[in-house]
């Protein structure tokens, strides 16, 4: 048995999985932003980039990365 079949994941997956983990945090960044305090509203929690564009991002990561981990990878034939 060769060492590339004992890995369930080959380098794609790897690969795609890192991708989908860039995305998350970036979607995560997008959602960092100056807070309000007891003294002084911030109107930009409310807006569109850190409510609609940032979760959205996030969730388009996390299903890239579900599907870098149920990716089957392709097998070789193995002459002998």
Do not use: H, W
């Amino acid at each position: 048995m060769s060492d590339k079949q004992k890995f369930a994941f080959d380098k794609v997956n790897f690969i795609l999985l890192a991708i989908g983990m860039a995305i998350v945090i970036i979607g995560f960044l997008l959602m960092t932003g100056p807070t309000s305090s007891e003294t002084l509203f911030e109107p930009d929690i409310f807006s569109v980039r850190r409510i609609k564009v940032a979760p959205v991002v996030c969730l388009f990561g996390f299903i890239s990365m579900i599907y870098a981990v149920l990716r089957k990878p392709k097998t070789q034939k193995i002459e002998e």
